[in-house]
C-alpha cells in the first residue's frame, strides 16, 4: 500500500499570509494526487486533482504542484474561510489511501 | 442540482450488520465510479469501498474486505455499503462520493454523511 505523510499536522497562520503544505508519498505516484478541504462537520471537498489542476470554483489563490513522491499545497492569502483541515489523498492504486491530514488554525 | 444522500446508519452491536445506502440525483449515475470514505471520530479520512459505474469492478480496504461489501442498483440512481462482522473500529461517518475520473479517482461530489456506532 502506498502510504501518505502529509506535513505539518497543524498550522497557525494569519488571515493574508501564505500557507504551504506537504505532502510525500512513499512510492512514486506521478501526478496522481488530490487535495481536499475539510471543515468541521461537513463533507471534504475536492480542490486540486492530477496534483495541479484546479476544481471549477475553487479560488485561484489555491496551487497544487509536485510529481513522483513530493507534492505541496499552496494557499496564498488566506481567507476566513480558508482555516479548515486539508488531506491529501492518492489515486495512483488500489487501496487509495489518504494524508493523515493538515489544520490551518488562526494565529 | 448534483447531489448524494446517505442513509442508513446508525447503533449496531458489534458482530452485527447494516446496510448504508446513497441515493444519486443530478447526473448519470451509471456513467461513474463510486466510493465510500469514512471518518471516525476526531481522525481523518479513510478510502472503504470502490466501486465502477458498470459494478464490474469492486475494491475494497483491507480492513473490510471480506466484511463489507460495495453494490449499486443503477436503476435506481442508488449504492449501497452491506456491511457485516461490526468491530468497534467501524464506528465513523460514512460518506459516499462520486468519482468523475475514468481512470484516476478522486472525488468531486460527497454526500452529508451517516453515522455508524457500533457498540454494546
Known amino acids: 500500500d502506498i502510504q501518505m505523510t502529509q506535513s505539518p499536522s497543524s498550522v497557525s497562520a494569519s488571515l493574508g499570509d501564505r500557507v504551504t503544505i506537504t505532502c510525500r508519498a512513499s512510492?512514486?505516484?506521478?501526478?496522481?494526487l488530490a487535495w481536499y478541504q475539510q471543515k468541521p462537520g461537513k463533507a471534504p471537498n475536492l480542490l486540486i486533482y492530477?496534483?495541479?489542476s484546479l476544481q471549477s470554483g475553487v479560488p485561484s489563490r489555491f496551487r497544487g504542484g509536485g510529481s513522483g513522491t513530493d507534492f505541496t499545497l499552496t494557499i496564498s492569502g488566506l481567507q476566513p474561510e480558508d482555516f479548515a483541515t486539508y488531506y491529501c489523498q492518492q489515486s495512483n492504486s488500489f487501496p487509495l489511501t489518504f494524508g493523515g491530514g493538515t489544520k490551518v488554525e488562526i494565529k | 442540482e448534483v447531489q448524494l444522500l446517505e442513509s442508513g446508519g446508525g447503533l449496531v452491536q458489534p458482530g452485527g450488520s447494516l446496510r448504508l445506502s446513497c441515493a444519486a440525483s443530478g447526473f448519470t449515475f451509471s456513467n461513474y465510479a463510486m466510493t465510500w470514505v469514512r471518518q471516525a471520530p476526531g481522525k481523518g479520512l479513510e478510502w472503504v469501498s470502490a466501486?465502477?459505474?458498470?459494478?464490474?469492478?469492486?475494491y475494497y480496504a483491507d480492513s473490510v474486505k471480506g466484511r463489507f461489501t460495495i453494490s449499486r442498483d443503477n436503476s435506481k440512481n442508488t449504492l449501497y455499503l452491506q456491511m457485516n462482522s461490526l468491530r468497534a473500529e467501524d464506528t465513523a461517518v460514512y460518506y459516499c462520493?462520486?468519482?468523475?475520473?475514468?481512470?484516476?479517482?478522486?472525488?468531486?461530489?460527497w454526500g452529508q454523511g451517516t453515522m455508524v456506532t457500533v457498540s454494546s
Open positions: 466501486i465502477s459505474g458498470s459494478a464490474i469492478s469492486t
Open positions: 512510492q512514486g505516484i506521478s501526478s496522481w
Open positions: 462520493a462520486k468519482d468523475p475520473s475514468s481512470s484516476w479517482p478522486h472525488f468531486d461530489i
Open positions: 492530477a496534483a495541479s
